[in-house]
């Protein structure tokens, strides 16, 4: 152990650093990288304050992860092999695996893994295994075998079910992290949450880590605050449109790429450092070579790109244009090709200006072992040891279970909105699109209508 | 005026927006970009949620302005022109001059200033009064004098004081916001006031600006806060370290670009829209082109650059790899020959690795005639009427009055601190070198040590 | 109006007066008397913050009203009768019923009605009507017929629904702030919601008051933490617990009074300001005259009286040895009478020491034309003006609506838990009672311990 | 030690006993007696959230001591005896002294102690010391010389000084929580500071507590935020005027109880309980029984006391008509005869409707031997190890040290600050009395003034 080192939090006031191990990691340039990747992409463009960085955002994990383990090992120390009580050997496993646990996020991270076929899990996988990176040469020093170890309970395939929940399942320190810094930085009143008092509830058993029952109440805020940060902050539809133009603009950059490539010409328009994942041909170091501000500089030159639809998209992006969007249900799904003709027929490539996005999330759910997504129930431990089912304790997270939340929406230039005059040819085909939506939802227009 | 339209924001709560002028500059593309540019610049190197951008506080003065014009148009309201009191027509030059206020500022603003010579304050009325930005085709809207207005404001020029001090004084808009924001981000315990009761105490008069003397505690309280931010945050040692990196930085690039210039080689390891300052011929489009991303993503592919300085100086900047800095004082000032002696003989050359720094404010000062910046005093209204200035009647700025907070720093590189080993032929520089230093402060070295 | 006067407030920061008859108000005895009178009574007994008082509460409600009635002012105000819009000249009225609503609640409330058999809704409307109060003379002074209009408001048979709703409907200034201050005082981290954000969402139209539609997640937020309040403080099993203590504590008393007075003998063991009280003839001044600490310093005297049962019982209130509780179920309530044989045959009187208690609450209905105690439903005005219910919008509330949370209790003395010496003789009849106790819930004990 | 017991607590969140010894010192009736006794006694009368208690206040020191001797165990454990760091033996004797440093206090403190000349330190002892109390049995079960222990503690005759002042010193548990639980409750904005710095600050050594240098802002800002606690709440005004009341109020009793004893008359307008007080005869037990509601409930009798003077006096304190005032100062004070000679001319005697009161103090000050009353200077220290005294390091304090805050002001009735119709007779020397005050200060008034 060191000396104590201290940085300060707007989240959690401080974190607090006993291990050389831990702060050089910190210092390693794959971790200062993080730094320069938002935490919430283009979220930012709703929620002004909300620029934080998954640097910062790694730290609270390992913070929170932190203090658990101090929880932990002064309530629940192990005593015998398999007493099911906490294994202070783990210590240093479960520290930095959650500092580490986002290290192969991407700049904009899901768009980025969409366009570019990449993975952060498994990057934040090769990042520690890779002997040239100075991450693993860091964890290297702990044990020939430790940088392994972090990597398996980043991949859930550590045989101590206690570390592994608490760096993944419903209520670990990863989500608890977000929810309270994304509510921090966005600003929403919702977000928060009792975090020293779950911490204090947390209780250890053979199979992985449960909650004393007198905590149920700051479980269930927690759940709840779950539910509010995903329906107003997470599935937030202009958050969604301006990832819709991210998306769309990076595709129309591969589609000039490769009819560049087809012709034989130069595409010098991508910044060398971009270059590798264009290609198709990205190495680790390559792939650690850019973040947010250099994919963001591509798009400052893209917006003076001779392709119009490309420089339109840039501009859509960084000006903050976004699409305007309406809801859509099982019953009006049928109408979406009517909407994408209208919006052709004005003159917009629909593969480029319209979209459809869903975003659904069932806030908890107890384990199901069909479930696509194998989920974690919340255990409570009730006074003579019993492990409860959460739901079968609150009457609120049982109102919730099972239940989804979110929307589909179709997204659509914001211009197919306005008002057009008279004289402009195109008026009557603007009309026509606005006559599809009311209250905000795709609806099947009115016969009447259609006659006037 | 509109249907308000509401932006959260995690400082101030909510930004109301009632004026279809306002919303249609922060729509510009001119004020989106700022967006693009952090708010303290290389301060997140220290405290890592600073990573809010000048658009945030941009929204967060034109809050404040507003919430104070609704205070003075409801209490104050003038009833005849020269009764000072408060002129309702104020409203919106008020409003637009508060968003408008940093809309010049670049990359890293103040080492970005003196590496280009640029001055953010003149961009600001440039930016306003062009013909050629979006911002100045909306204030035209409103008259065709109004962008004159809205920069003379800026410029202090404007003849209503009461105006200019709210935006500039020693207690307006954007002081009141930034202090609250950096607090906030930074996650510093300290900085904060009691913005509502400020708000509420503000009285107009002929001047200017003063305040009921009820609100003497909330304006001590600001003073101080302010104070405490300063000392803790704004002249944190490791950020000016991490300035001194950038801004040497960029010494070296333009270094180097002279260089191939005279030369006659190509200077493409710039990017092209950073080309236009290093070339000393920018106009103001070019400007606008240049944010945080622009700048970092050079810096980012210069850390692969064949120029040894250049690179290590991007990797220390990037990878966060600070200077280390010591206090220095009028006595042992005449000693920095000799410490910069010793940087260069284990092989830095001291004018890209050594730097000497001052820090240096008044908390708050009364107005002071002969002062080359001058500042408004904050005034105290008697229940009589009559004006008092702050420090007559707070013991506690009294105290503080004209004293100055802050220190002198030597910046050199960390590895002069690390212990050598004996058969390092430089072993005995570096021991050398740690002579001077106790404390964290240079010292002049015992003649006992020097004899070792 | 009056020069604004502002009162320092944990919970709303200020509360601002501008006129002077709500000045005059809050001076008057009747008034003043509530800081007396502990808005939570015995709740205090577990959440030791929460010693706050009527007094605060009253305040807050008409600082919330006051908060709402200048949103209604400035952005709905009335253009022709009938237009469903706010009228301006309710604005005193509103205020005068936020302020005075709660004028008439004695000590402890809630257990003092069901002793003196008094209705604290009907000595407010007493007070404000009565000639001899000094709220009477305050009102009067702004119009003869103003008494009255107060106190319809509160026996909401004023005709203006608006008025009404803001005072008493399911989301009123009075709930508001009685959530947030009770989760203020108790420490509780779950009652908090957007107070700000709420009033801003509030909508006239004739029928009463709505709610924009954007405000919904605002809205289902206050629904969560009300719930919580309820099952986390309100219904809190300890406090329960010292109600159930005082309640018998002072039918003890009234038992003692009526023996007393059928043996002829003088009852001077209650002090002259209660007496009035348990002769049965109580009038208005009389009763005025009763707060807190009369009623406490008559216990401390009791728990020096010669009765037994009295003495143990005031001993017991004041120096918190709340009885202790289990849940019980349709399915154990028949086992009661044998629970209380078992508490009588170690010596407790079970109608002293014994008590059953439900607490049942729903935490949001919507209106329900058969129900015993009708509530107004939350209304959510859509972009079309059209009206929809809240749990039709949100699928949480929908989750919550009808059910119930709470639980009933039977109380019993504390040392009924406790391991008794074998050679106790009452040792098995203790060890009897704890049989029927699994995780704090009535059981049908196993048959095999019956043998044992 | 038991399984943890937590209390909800507004102000530190959380309050955690670990050991049963504790557990039953709060279940004492002389600890649960705290409840009924107000921490700020009249000041709720300015402050109308401020009805917090002495028992959350005594809980609240406790805590901190908690938290600072868990610092002090994990990272300062002695090793050998006298190597001046934290002896975990004494962790029992200074948790059990922060909680019992206040249990002697009286009803409404200060001013009880003036008038019944008893001392609530003397009383605090008494009460651990003597056989008869519940405290004492508690605390001898841990040793025979516990009590005798903990009594020195407060007493600060303990031998060990580091617990003493974690008791008593300039910045002891005791003050940290009184500060912060007063802002909380008061509202005031300005008395918060960040406890859990201060406690990671804290380093022992020989002489007592010291604190890391880099924890100096902390420290500055708590040092900051005493001041403005007492500016702002402990000196207000109106309190004092509150306090002046009851303090003349008492008086008056006790003249009147004298009176009627010369007489032969009985004075059963005195309540049994309170009997002793007034008798001069007050044994322990009989101490114990006064809390705020046995003088309360007194008052509220003597409201209808025939002695015109005690039932006036008894009506401004129970209805809040605080005296008014004026400061003095050095050169005014010989106008303070004049003063109250115009009070006795128009029929108030001064000796119950006029006082003079000062409340001064010193914000922070270092050792000064001399000083009637030695306050233990604020340590902080040096990477060499040394120490250094504040004022040496921050320039803020510095700038503090040693500077009187307070005033002395006149008390007199509000009525003669009232206008009173020509017709009075007594109208002139309202006028008269008026005339000497200036912007709320006593003044010499104007020579012309008296010619009118």
């Known amino acids: 152990m060191i000396k104590e080192k201290i940085l300060r939090d707007p989240v959690l006031n401080e974190i607090h650093v006993y291990d050389q191990v831990i702060l050089d990691l910190i210092g390693t340039p794959e971790f200062q990288r993080l730094r320069r990747i938002k935490q919430l992409g283009v979220t930012s463009e709703v929620f002004h304050g909300a620029e934080h960085s998954r640097f910062a955002h790694s730290l609270g994990v390992y913070e929170i992860a932190r203090r658990i383990e101090m929880h932990l090992s002064l309530f629940y120390p192990s005593q015998t092999a398999g007493d099911g009580l906490w294994d202070k050997e783990e210590r240093l496993v479960l520290l930095a695996a959650a500092l580490l646990h986002d290290l192969g996020h991407g700049a904009y991270s899901h768009t980025f893994e969409h366009i570019f076929k990449t993975d952060h899990e498994s990057y934040t996988q090769k990042i520690i295994l ?238 199901d072992p069909e479930a696509f997504k194998q989920r974690t129930q919340i255990e409570l431990r009730q006074q003579n040891g019993d492990l409860v089912e959460l739901s079968q304790r609150s009457t609120l997270v049982e109102a919730l279970m099972g239940r989804e939340f979110g929307d589909a929406r179709l997204f659509f230039p914001r211009e197919m909105l306005q008002e057009h005059p008279v004289e402009d040819v195109m008026a009557p085909i603007y009309a026509d699109f606005q006559r599809y939506i009311e209250n905000g939802q795709l609806i099947e227009p009115k016969p009447t209508d259609s006659v006037k």
């Open 130 to 367: 890779s002997p040239d990176t100075q991450i693993h040469a860091v964890l290297e020093q702990v044990a020939p075998d430790f940088p392994e170890k972090v990597a398996q309970v980043i991949a859930k395939t550590y045989p101590n079910p206690q570390v592994v929940q608490l760096i993944s399942s419903q209520i670990d320190a990863d989500r608890m992290d977000y929810l309270l810094r994304d509510a921090y930085f966005t600003g929403a009143s919702y977000g928060h949450f009792d975090l020293a008092r779950i911490i204090q509830m947390i209780h250890p058993y053979e199979g992985g880590i449960a909650f004393d029952d007198k905590g149920m109440y700051a479980i269930e805020d927690y759940v709840v605050s779950r539910y509010q940060m995903y329906v107003q902050v997470y599935f937030h539809p202009v958050s969604r449109a301006m990832e819709v133009l991210l998306q769309h603009l990076l595709e129309r950059v591969m589609y000039l790429y490769q009819q560049n490539k087809e012709n034989g010409l130069q595409n010098n328009f991508v910044s060398p450092l971009l270059q590798p994942l264009f290609r198709g041909e990205v190495n680790l170091q390559e792939y650690l070579m850019v973040d947010d501000a250099v994919l963001l500089a591509n798009i400052s030159e893209w917006r003076l790109n001779e392709d119009s639809v490309l420089a339109d998209l840039a501009h859509r992006f960084l000006d903050r244009v976004p699409l305007k969007s309406m809801t859509i249900s099982k019953q009006t799904r049928g109408l979406l090709p009517e909407m994408r003709a209208l919006v052709e027929a004005v003159g917009y490539d629909p593969n480029y200006y319209t979209a459809e996005n869903d975003s659904f999330d069932l806030p908890y759910d107890d384990f």
